[in-house]
């Protein structure tokens, strides 16, 4: 199949095209970001990502549909749902029959290339240059796959992190200069387990994250969704692999845990340098831990502080990393012309409700930062609570780059709002749909799928014996701690979200809910 450039495009053609940039890290919390103001990031600034959000335009209204990795990839490649896309789960599922963004740029005439975490089980389509990781990837010595070693995987010394933005400025560098370019840099940080570089094993070890205001959450509104997840700080982080005490191994009963090999899997991977700064940091801070035995609200706020410390340790990296990446494009005289932009493959809980992980529509992982800087087309410092979602991402490219949007793309191109100074110009979608399968699987969270809109959300928990409805008014709400489904004075409201709902699941063809 070959993508024409439009009409209009022609003459854009000979002007020079715009290089994209996409960052795309792996379940990075919009509060994790300092230029969207959460308490938490205060004492955890990310400057170069404020950067970005300063000198470009800071979506708050953006969501995933599936807050899952790789039904978000499939929806980036796509500009599909994931019904439509095949990738509904985490594992197998994308239908390769469809056309990748990747192969309409290259067929137009960009250099392309994918850097880091792809994830989904296809070869990467419509790539020029591709620098892989096996799967999820490792934090250390991770193994990567190219064309310059046959497609087979290889380890290569140091953090992930910076390996990534190592081979993002190899592409940039090895590049046909004659050509624009669309380059995807996917990392790996800030997955679980969240290991730091070395550099940054003692970066915030003296301060206190603030808690959340629903850290406490009793579920006691909703139904059993929420209540039996597997997800939660306090019951479901590993002592080991999640938080990082090696030690307990020792405990009898212990040594054959999933934990504590899969720590040690890491750990072994590690260099003897990296492996002793890092024993050397965290093995004073395993004995206090041992030896204070914590119990109830102590322990609990302990192993939450773990968690958070070494989550934005990572994050360090990745901001340090995309200064790096920033500070390479300027010397090459390039940050005019390249759509920069950054976002997340879903977003993540930081204790909100008791959790970590993501899947669930509630607001902490149904939304995902996205900030995009383009000098040329995007009012410097300008924010857009227009509701956008990642099936925009793959239209966005291509209109950007002046070539007609592919009649099966359900995405909506981005640009009108970067025209409008972020504002939904009349039109703009009222409502997004959001829908997650991935169940029965690790986390236990039910299948469900929703609707919100720009005040409203009405999620609808199925399957496996379960059917049942909630509703949230996020002006008054939050939190979403207040399910209103049945409460008489929001049945108007429930009625119109559910009306939309039914429209959307129709005219999308969805064939499960
Ligand atoms: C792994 C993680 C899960 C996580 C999924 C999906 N467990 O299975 O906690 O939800 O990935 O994450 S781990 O013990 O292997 O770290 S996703 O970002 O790829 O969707
Ligand atoms: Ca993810």
Redesign the pocket.
């Known amino acids: 199949m070959f993508f024409v450039l439009s009409d209009a495009s022609a003459q854009k053609e000979v002007q020079q095209r715009p290089n994209i940039i996409h960052i795309m890290t ?2 990075h919390s919009y509060q994790a970001i300092s230029a969207y103001g959460h308490p938490l990031s205060v004492q955890a600034p990310t400057p170069n990502l404020d950067r970005l959000a300063s000198e470009g335009m800071l979506f708050r209204q953006a969501f995933v549909e599936n807050s ?2 790789t039904p978000s990839r499939a929806c980036l490649m796509t500009g599909l749902y994931s019904h439509q896309s095949g990738q509904r789960r ?1 594992d197998a599922g994308i239908d390769t029959a469809h056309v990748f963004v990747s192969e309409i740029l290259k067929e137009n005439g960009y250099e392309t290339g994918v850097v880091g975490k792809w ?1 989904m089980r296809c070869e990467p389509k419509g790539f020029d240059y591709y620098h892989i990781l096996w799967d ?1 990837g490792e934090y250390y010595n991770p193994g990567f796959r190219s064309k310059k070693t046959n497609g087979k995987y290889v380890k290569e010394k140091g953090y992930v992190t910076n390996l990534i933005t190592d081979h993002a400025i190899e592409f940039l560098e090895e590049r046909d200069r004659n050509k624009p370019f669309c380059l995807f840099v996917h990392h790996k940080a800030p ?3 969240w290991m730091p570089d070395t550099k940054y094993v003692d970066l915030y070890e003296e301060v206190e994250f603030p808690y959340p205001a629903t850290f406490k959450d009793d579920y006691a509104t909703r139904g059993e969704a929420a209540r039996k997840q597997q997800m939660s700080i306090s019951k479901d982080l590993s002592l080991a ?1 999640d938080l990082k005490v090696r030690e307990l191994g020792d405990r009898p009963g212990l040594k054959n845990d999933w934990s504590i090999r ?1 720590m040690e899997g890491s750990l072994n991977r590690m260099d003897s340098a990296d492996r002793k700064k890092w024993l050397e940091a965290y093995e004073p801070r395993n004995r206090k831990f041992i030896e204070q035995n914590l119990q109830g609200d102590e322990l609990l706020k302990w192993k939450y502080q773990r968690y958070i410390k070494d989550y934005m340790r990572c994050i360090k990296s990745v901001d340090e990393e995309v200064g790096r990446l920033l500070a390479y494009l300027e010397k090459e005289g390039l940050m005019d012309n390249t759509i920069i932009v950054y976002t997340s ?1 879903q977003g993540f809980y930081m204790g909100e409700h008791g959790w970590f ?1 993501k899947r669930f529509m509630y607001e902490e992982s149904f939304r995902t930062p996205l900030i995009i800087r383009y000098p040329t087309r995007i009012k410097a410092g300008t924010v857009s609570d227009a509701l956008v979602q990642n099936i925009d991402y793959a239209p966005t490219f291509l209109d950007m780059a002046g070539i007609d949007k592919p009649d099966f793309m359900v995405g909506t191109s981005l640009a009108p709002l970067f025209k409008n100074k972020g504002k939904a110009p009349s039109g703009w979608r009222k409502y997004l749909y959001y829908h997650y399968y991935d169940y029965p699987a ?2 236990n969270v039910r299948r469900h799928d929703g609707i919100r809109d720009s005040r409203y959300k009405l999620i609808h928990f199925y399957g496996n014996g379960i059917n049942y409805n909630e509703l949230y008014d996020l002006k008054e709400d939050s939190n979403e701690l207040h399910n209103l489904y049945g409460n008489p004075k929001y049945d108007k409201v429930a009625a119109r979200l559910q009306k939309e709902l039914d429209k959307i699941r129709t005219e999308q063809k969805v064939d499960e809910f």
């Open positions: 792996d379940d899952l990795s985490l994830h999820q997955h679980r387990n692999y899969s493959d992980d690790v986390h």
